[in-house]
């Protein structure tokens, strides 16, 4: 992969609260995994965890 | 004689234009045409190769990174540099009654001794670190194979100046470019741990497994039971996080076994998109959705038909490239989809209270359960 690429993508992180639902996306940092448990939900205060991994421009 | 001069001239300067010239340009190429010809494409073959070597070039400086970071033996690294020519032979087809038992024998052998040697050469058996360096040397086993493959018919046809050899690799060097950068991207998610645009059938039935009880039905396979619509599910993908394939066909033959009738068989896969169609497009169809060699296919397609399991598939189109690189974001929200069509297979295919096998199938890199 180019480094313009490489800079042109990010690999983001979606975790969803399992009770009601919310998405937060944020960095993806090493050591992470779809189905890992993430933070906590602000607005229920459940454990989210982490429901899908992928690359997008910009 | 002046204008008679200035007539003759100008008799010349036609015939030389309009007649000369042509006859001498089409006999030159008529000769050397093909020469021209070799030697523009010659060219652009001889550009592409350098591309190719620059792309194996990189794997290898990652590679050598990856052994540097791992391994602290001198003599440790060159074992897991020679691992890069390690190959294994296909079985014998003149007789093809049992050809899958073999090379599922084969298959098995191959991978097996590549783990345990590079667990051994680690001197760890952590599932993640084995699963990372084992992507790294096939990655780069490959590309250093693709560019000798390369290099040795660009030679020959130099050797033997042959333009219907040159004809055939100038067509397909820019798809064997193009395959080497997703090869190299490949290294990328293998690094970082992230899941591929292969991985979407294992992230399918991921989501599914996870908060239930999970039991190890197969080597490296995973299998869960959920309850959907009212159906007993029975969700089987190859163990994750670390970047594995599973062994399918034996999880569904034991599925089979453990859980008695079936009434339904459902594979979830990336399938290659044609140019036309676009990324995370889904599709529902027949039959078992198993890439590779054909053996997992086979097996399962033999247990099915000796109980009379129905076969049905669901598939998410994206390109080679796309398949090996980190998963895109189009590709992860097909998952939606996919469910939808789930829902639709067994809602209209299978009775209420029925068990039925769901199958993640691809690498599960990056995606746990």
Request: net charge positive; aromatic share 6%.
């Amino acid at each position: 992969m180019s480094e313009r690429k490489l800079e042109l993508e990010r690999i983001v992180v979606v975790e969803e609260c399992p009770k009601c639902g919310v998405m937060l996306k944020r960095k993806f940092s090493e050591g992470d995994y779809v189905g890992m448990p993430g933070g906590t939900c602000r607005f229920c205060g459940s454990r989210m965890y982490v429901k899908m991994i992928y690359k997008e421009h910009g | 004689m002046p204008l008679g001069l200035a007539i003759s001239t100008s008799t010349y300067a036609y015939l030389a234009y309009y007649l000369i010239l042509p006859i001498a340009y089409i006999a030159l190429l008529t000769v050397y045409g093909t020469k021209i010809q070799f030697w523009f494409m010659m060219s652009d073959v001889s550009k592409a190769l350098l591309e190719l070597r620059r792309i194996r070039d990189k794997s290898l400086d990652k590679l050598n990174h990856h052994i540097e970071t791992t391994v602290n033996d001198p003599v440790n690294r060159a074992r897991l540099l020679g691992m890069l020519e390690y190959f294994a032979v296909s079985p014998v087809d003149l007789d093809p009654v049992g050809i899958i038992s073999k090379l599922k024998h084969i298959v098995e052998v191959h991978d097996n001794r590549m783990k345990t040697e590079i667990a051994d050469i680690l001197g760890r058996k952590d599932p993640i670190l084995v699963g990372r360096t084992l992507g790294h040397v096939s990655a780069a086993a490959a590309l250093n194979y693709l560019y000798k493959l390369v290099n040795h018919i660009v030679s020959l046809t130099k050797r033997y100046s042959s333009l219907a050899l040159l004809q055939q690799l100038y067509a397909i060097m820019p798809l064997l470019i193009k395959q080497g950068k997703a090869v190299l991207e490949f290294i990328d998610a293998v690094d970082k741990g992230v899941p591929i645009g292969d991985g979407i059938g294992p992230l399918s039935v991921g989501l599914l497994m996870r908060g239930k009880p999970k039991i190890m039905i197969a080597e490296d396979t995973m299998a869960a039971i959920t309850t959907i619509d009212g159906r007993r599910l029975v969700l089987i993908k190859a163990e994750g996080p670390a970047s594995n394939l599973g062994k399918l066909d034996d999880a569904v033959r034991k599925t089979r076994l453990l859980f008695g009738k079936v009434s339904a068989i459902v594979t979830i896969d990336a399938m290659l998109r044609l140019e036309s169609e676009k990324s995370g497009e889904t599709a529902r169809g027949l039959g078992v959705a198993i890439g590779g060699i054909g053996v997992e296919r086979f097996r399962v397609e033999e247990t099915a038909t000796k109980e009379g399991i129905p076969l049905y598939a669901i598939t998410v189109k994206e390109s080679y490239m796309e398949a090996i690189s980190i998963m895109g974001r189009k590709i992860a929200e097909a998952v939606v989809d996919v469910y939808n069509m789930l829902h639709r297979i067994l809602e209209e295919k299978t009775e209420e209270d029925a068990t039925v096998i769901v199958v993640g199938v691809g690498n599960t890199l990056g995606i746990g359960q």
